[in-house]
C-alpha cells in the first residue's frame, strides 16, 4: 500500500454519518463514547464475579493456589502479554492515523492488531492443549503429575478458574478479531476520517480493556507459585 | 370525561401520518430502530410471557387448594419455578423500562429517539432469544432449581432442564444492560435545550437509576449462571464442595444481583406513579427533588443489601448484622416517596380515573410490601420467617401490588398516547378495583400462613391450612379474570376506541404536547424546555372543566 497523504475532507462530510436523531456529529460522538465507557463498566463487573471467586479461594486455600500455579507455563504466557501488549500500541496507532486521516497507516496498524490478537488466541490454543494432554482439566480426569496429594482437591478451583477466566477473555479476543476484521474492510473503502473515526475509537477501547482484563489474569494465575511466602 | 371526545366514525376515520400507520408490513416491524415501534413489541413480548408464567401461577394455586396436592410434588416444583424464572426475568425487569420507559423516555426529554436505536432493537431480539429458550424448557419439562438456581442443587443434582433455563436467562440479561445502557447515555446525551437534569420527569428519573442498576448487577449474575452452566457440563466446579468450593459464593454473587434486580422491578413502577398521580392531583410533585433524589439512594443503597437473603444460610452473625442495619435504610428513600405521593395530593385537585386508582392501589399494596419487609430485614423476626409464606406475600405485594399494579397505572396513563384512543373509562375503573380486591384475597391469607410457619415451595402442607389457602387460591383466580379485562377493552380501544386528542387529561410534559400516536421523529423540530416539570397552574385546571 503506497503511503500516501490523503486530502482532509471537508467538515460536512463528518455529517453524513450523524444519524438522524443527533443534533450533530459532535453530540453523536459523545454518545458514542459514553456508550463504550458504560458497556465496559459492565464488562468489568462482569469479569468482577469470577475475580471476586478467585480472591475468595485464594484467600481459603493459598498454599494450593501457589503450589497448583505452577503448573502454568510463564514463559509462555509471559511472551503472550507481550503480544498483548504490542497489539494495544498498534491499535492506539490505528486510532492516531483515523484522526489524521492516514489511510495507508490505519490499514497497515489494523492488520498488525489483529496478526497480535490472532497469535495470542493460537498461542492460548496450544496452551489449553498441552492442559488436556497433562490432565489437567478439573473434573474426572484431573490428575496432575507431582502435585502433592493435600492439593489434589483445591487445585481443581484453580483450574476451573484459569479455564473459566481465561476462556472468557479468550472469547472477548475472538469477538474482538471480527471487530477489528469489520474495521480493516471499512477502513480499506476508506471510510473513516479526520470528522469521522468514532468506530475505531470505540473499538480500540474494547481492545485496551480486553488487554487489561489480561494484564490482571496473568499475574494472578501465571505468577503466584513462583513467590514464596 | 370520555363524552367529550369525538365519538362519531367519520371522525376517527381520517388518522395522521405517525409511527404506527407510516408502514406496513412484518418487516416494517421487525426491522424498525424506532423506539416507539420496539416498545409495542415489547409490550406484546412481555404480554404473552406473562401469560405463560400466570398459567403457572394458576396452577400452583389449583394444586394447593387441597392438602397432599394434586400433581406430583416434582410437577409442583417444576410450577413455581417456571412461574419465577418467567415472571422475574421475563416479564418484571423488562415491563416498564421497555415498554413505557422505552416509549416515553426520549419524548419525555425532547429527543427524537434513544442514543442507540440498532441496540435498542438488538435488546429486543437478544429478548426474544432468550423467551425462546425459556418456552423451549416450558414444553421440555421445566426446571426444578427454583428461580434463584442455588448451588449445589443446580450444579449437580437437578434432573431438569437448568442449562437451557439458564442460557435464556443469560441472553435475556443481556437485553436488560442493553436497555439500562441505552437509557444512560440518552438521558446524558440527547436532553434538548433547555431540559436541565432538574427539570427531568419523575419518570425519567426512576428509569435512569434502574439503568444504573441494570449495567452494574446484570452482569454479575451473568456470570454466575455461566459458571453454574460450566459446573454442570463439567462435573466440578468453584461451588462444588467435593473439591473445597463454596455454595455460598453462588448465593452471594447471585444476590449481589438478585436484590438490586429487586429495585430493577419496582423503581420504574415508583416513576409511573410520580406521574400519574402528579397529573390528577394537578400539583407539582411535593418535593420533586427529594422523590428524584430517592430514586438515586435506593439505586445506590441497593448493592450493599444482598445479605439479608442469606441471614440463615451460612453467612456470619456480624456479616449479618451488617447486612440487617443497611437493608433498614432502604427503608428511608422509598419512606420519602410514599410520603412525598400522599403530600402532592393533599390539598390537590384529585380525580379519580383509572390511572389514579392504580396509583392509589400502588400506594397502599406497595407501603404494606415496604412495611413487610422491615420484618425480614430484622434479623430476630426473619429467622423464623425466612422461606415461609411471609416471604412470598412479601416481595407479592411489592411484585405485583407495586410493579405490576404500576405497570396497568402507566399503560392506562399513556395509552390514548401510544394509540392515540381511548378505552373504556366504566371497565379500567372496574377491571382497576377487581385486581385490587383479587390481589389482597390472593396474597393476605398468605401472611397469616407464613406467620403460622406454611414453609414456600412446600408441595403438601397440613389440613388446617387449607381454609387460608383455598382463599388464597380463591383470590387468585380473580385476580387472573380481571387482569383479562384490561387486555380486552385495551386492544377493542385501540380499534374501535373514539380518538383521544392529545392531550387527554390536561397532564403536563412533552408527550402530552405532540400528536397522538406520535410522529416516527416524536417532534418536528428539537423543542427548547422553558419551565420545570409539572408546571401545573390554573391555566391547566381551566382546559380541564372545559
Not at chain 2, 401490588?401 to 395509552?415: D, K, P, R
Not at chain 2, 387486555?487 to 380499534?495: G, M
Not at chain 2, 405532540?514 to 410522529?519: A, D, L, R, Y
Amino acid at each position: 500500500m503506497p503511503e500516501t497523504i490523503e486530502q482532509v475532507p471537508h467538515e460536512a462530510e463528518a455529517d453524513l454519518h450523524v444519524r438522524h436523531h443527533f443534533a450533530n456529529a459532535e453530540q453523536q460522538m459523545e454518545a458514542s463514547t459514553l456508550g463504550m465507557w458504560t458497556f465496559l463498566i459492565t464488562e468489568v463487573l462482569f469479569f468482577g464475579g469470577m475475580f471476586a471467586g478467585y480472591a475468595v479461594y485464594r484467600e481459603m486455600y493459598p498454599a494450593a493456589f501457589a503450589a497448583t500455579s505452577e503448573f502454568m507455563n510463564v514463559e509462555i504466557g509471559a511472551a503472550n502479554t507481550a503480544v498483548l501488549i504490542c497489539s494495544s500500541l498498534t491499535m492506539a496507532m490505528a486510532v492516531r492515523a483515523a484522526q489524521l486521516s492516514k489511510r495507508g497507516d490505519l490499514i497497515k496498524y489494523l492488520i498488525g492488531t489483529l496478526i497480535f490478537g490472532i497469535t495470542f488466541l493460537v498461542v492460548k490454543a496450544f496452551e489449553y492443549h498441552a492442559k488436556y494432554v497433562e490432565h489437567l482439566i478439573p473434573g474426572p480426569n484431573f490428575h496432575p503429575e507431582h502435585l502433592a496429594p493435600q492439593f489434589m482437591h483445591n487445585a481443581q478451583i484453580l483450574f476451573f478458574l484459569y479455564f473459566c477466566m481465561t476462556g472468557m477473555h479468550a472469547v472477548h479476543m475472538v469477538a474482538g478479531v471480527g471487530l477489528l476484521t469489520f474495521l480493516l474492510i471499512q477502513a480499506y473503502r476508506n471510510v473513516f476520517h479526520a470528522h469521522y473515526f468514532a468506530p475505531v475509537e470505540m473499538i480500540g477501547l474494547y481492545w485496551h480493556f480486553v488487554d487489561i482484563v489480561w494484564i490482571f489474569l496473568f499475574p494472578l494465575l501465571y505468577l503466584i507459585g513462583h513467590w514464596h511466602w | 370525561m370520555a363524552t367529550t371526545y369525538p365519538t362519531t366514525p367519520e371522525a376517527a376515520a381520517e388518522e395522521p401520518v405517525n409511527y404506527l400507520n407510516v408502514e406496513h408490513g412484518w418487516k416494517s416491524w421487525l426491522f424498525t430502530t424506532d423506539h416507539k415501534r420496539i416498545a409495542m413489541l415489547y409490550v406484546f413480548s412481555i404480554t404473552a410471557m406473562f401469560m405463560i408464567g400466570g398459567t403457572f401461577a394458576m396452577l400452583m394455586r389449583l394444586h394447593l387448594t387441597r392438602p397432599e396436592g394434586i400433581f406430583a410434588p416434582e410437577t409442583y416444583n417444576r410450577f413455581f419455578t417456571m412461574h419465577g424464572v418467567i415472571m422475574v426475568f421475563f416479564f418484571l425487569v423488562p415491563s416498564i423500562p421497555a415498554t413505557l420507559g422505552n416509549f416515553f423516555l426520549p419524548i419525555m426529554i425532547g429527543a427524537k429517539d434513544l442514543a442507540f436505536p440498532r441496540v435498542n432493537l438488538l435488546s429486543w431480539y437478544l429478548y426474544i432469544f432468550g423467551a425462546i429458550f425459556a418456552i423451549y424448557v416450558v414444553a421440555a419439562g421445566g426446571v426444578d432449581t427454583g428461580w434463584t438456581f442455588y448451588a449445589p442443587y443446580s450444579t449437580t443434582y437437578s434432573n431438569s432442564y437448568v442449562l437451557s433455563a439458564a442460557v435464556g436467562v443469560f441472553v435475556a440479561g443481556f437485553s436488560s444492560i442493553t436497555t439500562g445502557l441505552n437509557f444512560i447515555v440518552t438521558v446524558h446525551k440527547m436532553r434538548a435545550p433547555g431540559m436541565t437534569w432538574m427539570r427531568l420527569p419523575l419518570f425519567v428519573w426512576a428509569n435512569y437509576a434502574t439503568g444504573l442498576i441494570q449495567i452494574l448487577g446484570t452482569p454479575v449474575v451473568a456470570i454466575a449462571l455461566v459458571l453454574v452452566a460450566v459446573e454442570r457440563v463439567m462435573h466440578v466446579g468453584i461451588f462444588d464442595p467435593n473439591v473445597g468450593g463454596d455454595p455460598i459464593l453462588f448465593q452471594h454473587i447471585f444476590w449481589f444481583y438478585s436484590h438490586p434486580a429487586v429495585y430493577i422491578m419496582i423503581l420504574p413502577g415508583m416513576g409511573v406513579i410520580s406521574e400519574v398521580i402528579a397529573c390528577f392531583a394537578r400539583k407539582r410533585p411535593f418535593g420533586y427533588e427529594f422523590i428524584a433524589a430517592s430514586s438515586m439512594g435506593i439505586a445506590i443503597l441497593s448493592f450493599v443489601v444482598w445479605g439479608h437473603h442469606m441471614f440463615i444460610t451460612g453467612q456470619s452473625v456480624y456479616t449479618g448484622i451488617v447486612f440487617s442495619f443497611l437493608s433498614f435504610f432502604v427503608a428511608v428513600p422509598s419512606a420519602i416517596k410514599v410520603f412525598n405521593w400522599t403530600a402532592t395530593m393533599y390539598r390537590g385537585s384529585v380525580t379519580f380515573e383509572s390511572p389514579m386508582l392504580y396509583a392509589f392501589g400502588f400506594i397502599g399494596l406497595f407501603t404494606i410490601g415496604g412495611l413487610t419487609g422491615l420484618f425480614l430485614s430484622t434479623m430476630a423476626t426473619d429467622v423464623p420467617l425466612h422461606g415461609t409464606y411471609f416471604v412470598v406475600a412479601h416481595f407479592h405485594f411489592v411484585m405485583v401490588g407495586g410493579m405490576l399494579v404500576a405497570f396497568l397505572s402507566g399503560i392506562h396513563f399513556w395509552w390514548p398516547k401510544m394509540t392515540g384512543r381511548m378505552y373504556s373509562e366504566a371497565w379500567a375503573r372496574f377491571a382497576a378495583l377487581m385486581i385490587f380486591a383479587g390481589f389482597n384475597l390472593t396474597f393476605l391469607p398468605q401472611f397469616v400462613l407464613g406467620y403460622l410457619g406454611m414453609p414456600r415451595r412446600y408441595a403438601a402442607y397440613p389440613p388446617e391450612f387449607q381454609v387460608l389457602n383455598v382463599l388464597s387460591t380463591a383470590g387468585a383466580s380473580i385476580l387472573g379474570i380481571s387482569l383479562v379485562i384490561p387486555l380486552i377493552y385495551l386492544t377493542y380501544a385501540w380499534k374501535y376506541g373514539p380518538k383521544a386528542g392529545n392531550n387527554p387529561w390536561g397532564a403536563k410534559g412533552l408527550e402530552w404536547e405532540i400528536q397522538s400516536p406520535p410522529t416516527t421523529f416524536n417532534f418536528d423540530d428539537t423543542p427548547t424546555v422553558t419551565e420545570e416539570a409539572y408546571n401545573y397552574g390554573e391555566e391547566v385546571e381551566e382546559q380541564r372543566v372545559a
